[in-house]
């Protein structure tokens, strides 16, 4: 990741490596810095795939958790309608969109 600072240096991070972090006048040779911290830091490290059991979900439908939950919700019916109304407000700016530009070609 690179960004500008307040003093206009560009600092260079590498996202979950915070410690491998630089600062250069410009992005090049922020680049150029953090590849070589990068290089030097995996040079002495080894990367092993670890295997991690994760709870099973298995036969169960993650939307069923959210399933009746506005069932007594006073509004859900005007929310609808809402979604509904705007809905038809969106296809009609399009298809006048679409109307506008025909006519300029």
Do not use: C
């Not at 491998?20 to 080894?46: F, M, P, Y």
């Not at 919700?73 to 969109?97: C, G, H, S, T, V």
């Amino acid at each position: 990741m690179i960004k500008q600072s307040n003093d206009g240096k560009i600092i260079a991070t590498v996202p979950g490596l915070p410690e491998l972090q630089v600062e250069a006048s410009d992005k090049i040779t922020a680049l150029t810095l953090l590849q070589q911290r990068l290089e030097a830091h995996l040079a002495e490290v080894e990367i092993v795939p670890l295997p991690i059991k994760l709870p099973s979900r298995e036969g169960q439908n993650p939307w069923l958790e959210m399933a009746g939950i506005f069932k007594n919700d006073p509004q859900f019916e005007q929310m609808l309608a809402a979604i509904e109304n705007y809905r038809q407000e969106l296809d009609e700016n399009l298809e006048k969109n679409m109307d506008n530009s025909s006519l300029q070609d």
